[in-house]
């Protein structure tokens, strides 16, 4: 991967970047990269040496790796973090955990925003992730007990805390995720393995949840306005508005690729991503539409 710095970052920050030491050591496959989407890790396998990221976008992951040089400093765990190693249907996992301790008790921290954890419970993909690191640890001789996430939110606002009690309370949350049963764990891994190795073969298509995509939506216009009178995701119902008023138009807004768009590196080399750009592209300008 080539780093840039368009944006003209401090050379410390550009060189820390550039500098990263992340290895999946001699592994086919990380545990990271088995939750991604297998064309999105094939893709950027087969592209890595043309990618281009710029390094204000790897903020957040030279961030997350000064969280695990602290883990290090405590160093309190009855497992010092490491990479280990299973082999599963031909391949080889790696992963390293962030902390274990001899009770049993595996804890995975995540320094990320605070909406992921509204409502007090992990996202599906951090259980996904913790199950299968217990799953290396049991491979490894250490049994595991309990899994916890340790959230550490970069964007907690305490007033924000205060008004909505659905907001997390705390900066930092501490939250039990379900231990899966071993065999379901161990099924799990290999049916992401299996895919990943078929995407090697044959690229499968992302599906649009892989895509974190975003549907179409009806805007109903009115006109020298600039906002919009009402969001409709039927094109019908946003017409039958629009009728009622001879001032309102509908206005398609066609809906996003996010993860593609903004966290995929290997989209510029992507089919499926620039046939969905290009069929944007057909679609008029947003406020062009005529008045119906």
């Known amino acids: 991967m080539i780093i840039t710095n368009h944006s003209n970052l401090p050379q410390p920050l550009f060189e820390a970047v550039s500098n990263d030491s992340y290895s999946k050591g001699k592994a086919d496959i990380s545990v990271t990269q088995l939750l991604d989407p297998p064309r999105k890790v094939a893709l950027t396998e087969q592209h890595w040496d043309e990618i281009t990221e710029d390094c204000s976008d790897r903020i957040w992951s030279l961030v997350g790796q000064v969280m695990h040089g602290i883990l290090e400093r405590a160093n309190t765990t009855g497992v010092a973090e490491r990479r280990l190693y299973v082999k599963c249907a031909g391949w080889t996992v790696s992963g390293s955990q962030d902390a274990y301790y001899a009770n049993g008790l595996l804890q995975d921290y995540k320094f990320v925003t605070s909406w992921k954890f509204k409502g007090g419970k992990a996202p599906i993909e951090y259980e996904a992730q913790a199950n299968l690191y217990a799953e290396l640890l049991r491979a490894n001789g250490h049994p595991v007990r309990k899994l916890q996430i340790v959230a550490i939110l970069r964007d907690w606002s305490k007033i924000e805390a205060s008004r909505d009690p659905e907001y997390p309370q705390k900066q ?59 969001l409709y ?7 039958a508005h629009a009728s009622q008023n001879p001032a309102y138009f509908v206005q398609k807004r066609p809906g996003e690729s996010t993860r593609c768009k903004h966290y995929c590196s290997a989209a510029k080399f992507c089919s499926l991503y620039q046939a969905i750009q290009e069929s944007k592209d057909d679609q008029p300008a947003l406020g062009k539409q005529a008045a119906s």
Do not use: Y
């Not at 071993?182 to 090697?200: C, G, N, P, S, T």
């Not at 995701?233 to 017409?239: F, I, P, R």
């Open 172 to 230: 930092v949350m501490i939250i039990n995720v379900p231990l899966w049963p071993e065999a379901d764990a161990q099924k799990f891994m290999r049916e992401r393995v299996i895919l990943h190795q078929q995407a090697r073969v044959e690229l499968p298509l992302c599906t649009a949840e892989e895509r974190w995509a975003k549907p179409d939506v009806f805007a109903v216009m009115a006109q020298g306005k600039a906002r919009a009178v009402k």
């Open 233 to 239: 995701e039927s094109e019908e119902e946003a017409h």
